[in-house]
């Protein structure tokens, strides 16, 4: 049993480890930023760490300020959360030099599933479906630009290393492919300080479909049904659902049977993604394997009703699963909008600053993750998302009328959200009749949907 984690992260994601650890009686230590001091995590979580100034780099990303923080606590574990250090094998083995359980897989499985053409490699052995493209990594244009005649255009360029959208450009033509490879390769460089890059075959606009996994140190691997997150805007997820509307029963069994494979493949323990793209045609192709939990974890708590960070927590005690493979079952829909503090109307710019008031909708089948409150200020140092409103139903169609009435009912005064956005989204045609593809959004923006542009989104939600 651990007595102490360190939350190596902050806002809700932060804010939810500390709720998970108080429901199973182990002290939760926050860490944060200068600019974070008066951030919610710190008042849930049991102590508190100042690790640096506002920068990522100064603080969130900084491995030593951490571990140190977690050895002056007597911390036992670290728990990254998602994104800063939590696929970051570096940071694993840091921890484990000193004496601190990572919650979270190993780092050799990291560095196998992380770095994303070394994971295509690693399927394509274990016999997964894998989308045609390169087996072996690419540093140079002119190679790419061999490798991507023989795949066939378009083409998309991947970072090794990346993750959020980064690093990724499509060639539609071998004359613009130099162009877009050097664009994605010094985006990659920037971001994840990793030039490698891959190419495969570009499917145009085909769903997102994900599979939750949770392992544990025991041989068992769980799979715990699907996540469709189609509606994406530059590779940023908007809106997730589970079970998603363009997967049969048969297809779901299958992409589990795939990645409860992919999982054992590489003796994976804790929680991961196995993430798919789907064709027109209801052929799946496995994309990457994201080694941590996902921002959209909650989906998949609603219609399992698994908690998935207690279950991270007890599995990196070498507690077996609380639950049988055969035990899961998915109930009823769950829909989750992410809300962001961004302007829409001014191409989704950043809008940080002082939350003067917040109503969160509740009621039953409602949740909303969030670590904002009345008096709370945005800072412009982090990601834009501030809250993540899910709701739970025995149908979608419930589900979708439930998800407008907790939007409608959301109020956040002081600084600009995406609100009425995501109102118009849910409301649309094309995502309510569960056609929505990756180029939902993109079409919408350039009002060339079938279903029509969608309307002013600064008009009243009801």
């Known amino acids: 049993m651990f007595n102490k984690i360190l939350i190596a992260n902050r806002g809700e994601i932060a804010v939810r480890i500390a709720r998970a650890c108080r429901n199973m009686g182990i002290r939760s230590v926050a860490v944060y930023s200068k600019e974070d001091e008066k951030s919610l995590h710190l008042q849930i979580a049991d102590q508190r760490v100042c690790i640096g100034e506002g920068p990522s780099r100064e603080s969130y990303l900084n491995m030593d300020r951490i571990i140190m923080a977690a050895k002056n606590v007597g911390a036992d574990a670290v728990h990254p959360g998602f994104g800063f250090l939590s696929e970051n094998s570096e940071f694993v083995r840091r921890c484990q030099e000193n004496g601190l359980t990572f919650i979270g897989p190993s780092p050799e499985v990291i560095d196998k599933m992380g770095n994303k053409s070394q994971a295509r490699i690693t399927m394509m052995e274990a016999g997964v479906p894998v989308v045609p493209g390169t087996k072996e990594p690419v540093y140079q244009a002119e190679r790419g630009k061999e490798l991507a005649e023989e795949i066939g255009y378009p ?46 075959r570009f499917i145009q606009n085909p769903r997102h479909v994900e599979i939750q996994i949770m392992a544990d140190t025991h041989g068992t691997v769980a799979a715990l049904g699907e996540r469709d997150c189609s ?36 003796g994976y323990t804790n ?90 909708p509740a009621g039953c089948g409602v949740r909303v993750d969030t670590a904002l409150y009345g008096g709370y200020r945005i800072p412009s140092e982090y990601d834009s998302m501030i809250a993540k409103v899910m709701v739970h139903a025995p149908s979608r169609q419930e589900a979708l009328m439930k998800m407008r009435a907790a939007l409608d009912e959301m109020v956040i005064l002081g600084v600009e959200t995406n609100l009425d956005f995501q109102y118009q989204l849910i409301k649309h045609p094309t995502f309510a009749e569960g056609e929505a593809d990756t180029g939902f959004i993109e079409a919408l923006m350039g009002g060339k949907s079938q279903a029509g542009r969608m309307e002013d989104p600064g008009v009243d939600r009801r």
């Open 231 to 266: 509606v994406q805007r530059n590779h940023q997820k908007l809106i997730e659902e589970s079970p998603s509307p363009a997967v049969s029963l048969e297809t779901r069994k299958e992409m589990e049977r795939y990645a409860v494979m992919a999982a054992k493949a590489v």
């Open 155 to 200: 083409v998309m360029i991947k970072a090794s290393s990346g993750g959020g959208g980064k690093g990724m450009r499509v060639a539609e033509s071998e004359d613009e492919f130099e162009f877009q490879f050097n664009m994605a390769q010094r985006e990659s460089a920037n971001a994840f300080g990793d030039d490698t890059m891959y190419i495969e």
């Open 271 to 360: 929680a991961g993604t196995i993430e798919y793209i789907v064709d027109r045609q209801g052929r799946f192709y496995f994309m990457e394997m994201n080694t941590r939990i996902q921002v959209e974890h909650g989906v998949t708590e609603m219609v399992t009703g698994v908690d998935l960070i207690m279950e991270q927590i007890r599995v990196a005690m070498g507690e077996p699963l609380s639950f049988s493979p055969e035990e899961v079952q998915i109930r009823g829909h769950a829909i989750e909008c992410r809300i962001n503090a961004e302007i829409p109307e001014k191409n989704f710019m950043p809008s940080p600053g002082l939350v003067e008031k917040i109503h969160l």
